[in-house]
């Protein structure tokens, strides 16, 4: 399996409260990416980074930040939780797209539930 | 973005094959890619064909691509309670990152 790890694996918090989720990995992978899992709508992709400090928005960015400072580590963060963040958040990565499919990697999961 | 659909979903019979299928809307050269969720887990990379194949088979899965008809199938034969999990079709354009992925079909396997 691919080195990654997330944390916390569990969550609950109230509306409101900030949130940071953290994917650390060991591969040494140029993208990181963050995706939220809800039922019926498969896997959707919230923010991605392409190295340090170089980041962009996926199609569910609204809500959430993303810093990466270090090549290991991509933090995710909700400012102010809201109940439909209620939700799973799974961390990829993967190397550099064009060579042979570059498939992407994925954590745990993160279970998130915002009261 | 691109669009891929699954059938929501499958049960089969312990012993059986089953054959999960999917199709997508890019008609540029393509990854398509075939994960596995288990309860509670994360996704788990199964096997990926590229669209200048017809066919690759590992073990148990063969996948399947019609390329005039955009479709993808993936089966698995002699398929065991283990393999009762989620099963997720995505594709990535040739040189791109992004993943557009199915919602995801769920196979459930009974004795």
């Known amino acids: 399996d691919a080195g990654i790890t997330q944390s916390p694996r569990h969550k609950v918090t109230e509306t409101g409260t900030p949130v940071t989720l953290r994917c650390h990995q060991t591969e040494n992978h140029r993208y990181m990416y963050w995706y939220r899992q809800d039922p019926g709508h498969g896997l959707r992709l919230i923010h991605y980074s392409y190295g340090v400090k170089d980041t962009d928005k996926g199609e569910v960015s609204d809500g959430y930040s993303v810093s990466r400072s270090k090549t290991e580590d991509f933090l995710l963060t909700l400012e102010s939780a809201t109940s439909s963040q209620t939700s799973v958040y799974f961390c990829?990565?993967?190397?550099?797209?064009?060579?042979?499919?570059?498939?992407?990697?994925f954590g745990d999961g993160t279970r998130l539930s915002i009261l | 973005g691109e669009d891929v659909e699954q059938s929501l979903f499958l049960s089969v019979r312990e012993g059986d094959s089953s054959v999960i299928n999917c199709t997508y809307t890019?008609?540029?050269?393509?990854?398509l890619y075939w994960y596995k969720q288990e309860p509670g887990a994360g996704l788990q990379l199964l096997t990926y064909i590229f669209s200048n194949m017809d066919m690759k088979q590992d073990q148990r899965l063969t996948v399947l691509l019609n390329k005039k008809d955009k479709h993808l199938s993936l089966r698995i034969a002699d398929t065991q309670t283990g393999d009762s999990a989620i099963y997720f079709c995505?594709?990535?354009?040739?040189?791109?990152?992004?993943?557009?992925f199915g919602a995801g079909t769920t196979v459930t396997v009974r004795a």
């Open positions: 995505a594709e990535t354009p040739l040189n791109d990152y992004k993943l557009s």
């Open positions: 890019d008609s540029s050269s393509t990854y």
């Open positions: 990829a990565i993967s190397d550099s797209p064009g060579e042979g499919g570059q498939p992407q990697h």
